[in-house]
């Protein structure tokens, strides 16, 4: 066969290459979307009896800021790792680190200023709830940034795994910062703060088994 002809035989078999817009555009699509997604969420699980006066404290609102902050940046990194050529910047892998570190600092400020111990901190029940709730808030927003980020060409597929798993715990513990009368800082930190950890360190496993392309 003829250099020509085989070339023309590939170019008939070749298909249309969509281009994915840049990352922040991804970022910021996605983003919206999210917020619709948990706020529908929260409405159909039902908001805390207390909405008006319990979401309008300081210590509420510092920590809605830090959860988001750790939602937002966890998703950029996660769009921009994406990409080969931000993969190796160690400013995207470790922004949403010190937005965790923030947001445990905030924590152990407050539990100075207002704990006050009591059984309830320490109770199950009510904690398994926080984390199922977690899960069931971020899962949708969480599996759509799975597929976004499976869709470019990541490399450091366990970092970006974690980015994916931390910006879906997050955005599932903003929202039950809604939905959650326990405003104490031991069971924040128990029951919100310690599980969106831990759902984060799963998806170094989780990006290895899914984000391969």
Same mark, same amino acid.
């Given at each position: 066969?003829?250099?020509?002809?085989?070339?023309?035989?590939?170019?008939?078999?070749?298909?249309?290459?969509?281009?994915?817009?840049?990352?922040?555009?991804?970022?910021?699509?996605?983003?919206?979307?999210?917020?619709? %997604?948990?706020?529908?969420?929260?409405?159909?699980?039902?908001?805390?009896?207390?909405?008006?006066?319990?979401?309008?404290?300081?210590?509420?609102?510092?920590? %809605?800021?830090?959860?988001?902050?750790?939602?937002?940046?966890?998703?950029?990194?996660?769009?921009?790792?994406?990409?080969?050529?931000?993969?190796?910047?160690?400013?995207?892998?470790?922004?949403?680190?010190?937005?965790?570190?923030?947001?445990?600092?905030?924590?152990?400020?407050?539990?100075?200023?207002?704990?006050?111990?009591?059984?309830?901190?320490?109770?199950?029940?009510?904690?398994?709830? %926080?984390?199922?709730?977690?899960?069931?808030?971020?899962?949708?927003?969480?599996?759509?940034?799975?597929?976004?980020?499976?869709?470019?060409?990541?490399?450091?597929?366990?970092?970006?795994?974690?980015?994916?798993?931390?910006?879906?715990?997050?955005?599932?513990?903003?929202?039950?910062?809604?939905? %959650?009368?326990?405003?104490?800082?031991?069971?924040?930190?128990?029951?919100?703060?310690?599980?969106?950890?831990?759902?984060?360190?799963?998806?170094?496993?989780?990006?290895?088994?899914?984000?391969?392309?």
């Amino acid at each position: 066969m003829m250099t020509d002809e085989l070339i023309r035989q590939i170019a008939r078999g070749v298909t249309p290459v969509r281009i994915l817009p840049s990352p922040p555009r991804r970022f910021l699509s996605w983003f919206g979307a999210a917020m619709l %997604c948990v706020a529908t969420g929260v409405v159909l699980m039902g908001l805390r009896p207390d909405v008006l006066r319990g979401t309008t404290t300081l210590q509420f609102a510092l920590n %809605c800021v830090a959860i988001l902050l750790i939602a937002a940046l966890s998703a950029f990194a996660a769009f921009k790792m994406s990409v080969p050529d931000t993969a190796r910047s160690v400013l995207v892998r470790i922004a949403p680190l010190w937005a965790v570190f923030i947001w445990l600092v905030l924590l152990a400020t407050q539990g100075r200023l207002v704990f006050t111990p009591g059984p309830h901190h320490y109770s199950a029940g009510p904690g398994l709830r %926080c984390i199922r709730d977690i899960l069931v808030l971020g899962a949708i927003p969480g599996a759509f940034l799975f597929f976004l980020v499976r869709r470019a060409a990541p490399v450091a597929l366990g970092w970006s795994g974690l980015l994916v798993m931390l910006s879906l715990a997050s955005i599932g513990a903003l929202g039950l910062q809604f939905t %959650c009368t326990n405003d104490d800082p031991l069971h924040l930190f128990a029951w919100h703060f310690l599980p969106v950890l831990l759902v984060a360190v799963s998806g170094v496993v989780l990006g290895r088994r899914l984000l391969r392309w």
